[in-house]
């Protein structure tokens, strides 16, 4: 098959999955928040179908461009005549579908509304459903709020690990200055201890020489008045 041939299929097939694909974020935005129990269920929030659904659209856009490159390229006038009829209708697809997009927004929206005016009425009102709603509201405020607690005191302890780890860099760098304070004193004794060894063996041998000296004198002395 053509190079040109097999590029132009593959780009039908991309269109008619991102298609679909996209017309099935644009459905569930239109469905979102009919119920609180629908939006709980739901795996994604409003703003990341928005974001599917615009990344579904701006990779049609791109096979749609792709298409039009392509086109001319086909070995036959038929198969450019039908590549380029095409052009017009994933255009018009494409447009159908940022209309969809936002008439589902605006559903979403109204749906969203709704749930939260049944909401209110069903906590306001009597009856075991309205106790029910208002022990389950009560129990996720206070799982909430358990929550915030929680991770307010991983917080404190964190920072106090923070402040325990500084503290304990500080007084090693500390020691390692100490250290070396000592192994440099010890160094200097050493070398002065060199100093004071020579010296005083200098001193002895100095002194020895002296004592010969002085005998030497005494016995020239003793020799001479004899």
């Known amino acids: 098959m ?3 041939v097999e590029a132009v299929e593959k780009a039908k097939k991309e269109w008619d999955e991102a298609y679909a694909k996209t017309q099935e974020h644009i459905k569930a935005i239109e469905n979102y928040g009919k119920s609180r129990e629908e939006k709980e269920k739901s795996s994604n929030s409003l703003q990341r179908l928005n974001g599917l659904a615009q990344d579904g ?10 298409l039009d ?5 086909l070995p036959t006038s038929d198969q450019v005549q039908s590549a380029q009829s095409l052009l017009p209708s994933w255009k018009k697809e494409c447009n159908n579908l940022r209309l969809s997009l936002r008439n589902a927004n605006l559903q979403a929206k109204a749906n969203m509304r709704k749930a939260a005016q049944e909401e209110r009425e069903l906590l306001l009102g009597g009856g075991e459903e309205s106790t029910i ?9 206070g799982m909430t709020s358990a929550a915030e607690s929680i991770t ?20 090693l ?25 020579r010296t005083r063996n200098l001193l002895s041998t100095m ?20």
């Open 173 to 197: 760098m500390t020691f390692d200055e100490s250290t070396g304070v000592l192994r440099k004193a010890e160094s200097e004794y050493k070398g002065h201890r060199s100093l004071l060894m």
């Open 152 to 171: 307010e005191s991983l917080r404190r302890t964190r920072q106090l690990m923070v402040q325990e780890v500084e503290r304990n860099a500080s007084t």
């Open 133 to 141: 709603r208002r022990r389950n509201l009560q129990t996720k405020a």
């Open 2 to 4: 053509d190079e040109v």
């Open 57 to 66: 659209l701006n990779l049609l856009n791109s096979l749609h461009l792709k």
């Open 69 to 73: 490159l392509l086109a001319p390229q």
């Open 207 to 226: 002194q020895r020489q002296d004592i010969i000296d002085r005998f030497n004198r005494i016995a020239s002395y003793l020799i001479m008045n004899n």
